[in-house]
């Protein structure tokens, strides 16, 4: 007969490999070679069009407002990328450049100001008891983060564009290189 404490060890074990190869599985932030066309207007489709296109993370952070764990493997990716844009993974809309992105150590993708303000809209956020600006997709209204003002930042604006990776693409310069 197992006991309690071999069975919840039992337990315990299979919890952290299933974790570790789920870790192993996540994907990273799509990259491009091209910078991809953008929207002429609104882009609308059907929910099952949105899980066709985008990959099940994707779909998790842009379609139904999710959020990456911090610090995960797509903002390490991030800290590593030289100069180029990012892209709704979404829509393909321009949303920020690496001209703009700062490392706040908050464990997301930060940016201080939009590359394209039009394609990036502000809206009250009151989920989890607390009042936020949300930041969505002008094209596809897909879900991208929260900005957040005022916090003291050494940046021009003061703002902190706190964005999933996850609903990015990432467009290296032609002429960049990683950073170390």
């Known amino acids: ?6 069975f919840s060890t039992l337990a315990f074990s299979l919890t952290l490999a299933a974790c570790s190869a789920e870790d192993q599985t996540k994907a990273v932030m799509e990259t491009r070679a091209e910078v991809p066309a953008e929207p002429a207007g609104k882009v609308v489709k059907t929910d099952a069009e949105w899980k066709k296109q985008l990959t099940p ?5 842009l379609r139904e407002s999710g959020t990456e764990r ?3 493997e797509v903002y390490k990716e991030f800290k590593h990328q030289g100069k180029g844009t990012y892209h709704c993974a979404g829509c393909n ?14 464990g997301w993708p930060s940016f201080y100001d939009p590359a394209k303000a ?3 809209v502000l809206k009250k956020d009151s989920s989890l008891g607390a009042v936020r600006t949300e930041v969505t997709c002008a094209k596809c209204d897909g879900h991208l983060g929260h900005v957040f ?7 021009p604006t003061d ?4 964005i999933n990776g ?12 990683p950073l170390k």
């Open 70 to 72: 911090a610090n995960g």
């Open 1 to 6: 007969m197992i006991s309690i404490r071999s």
């Open 93 to 106: 809309a321009l949303l920020f450049s690496s001209d703009h992105k700062f490392d706040s150590g908050c």
């Open 159 to 162: 703002q902190r564009y706190c």
């Open 118 to 120: 039009e394609n990036v």
């Open 149 to 155: 003002d005022g916090e003291g930042y050494k940046t």
């Open 166 to 177: 996850g609903g990015l693409i990432y467009v290296p310069a032609k002429d960049a290189a």
């Open 57 to 61: 993370e994707q779909y998790r952070i």
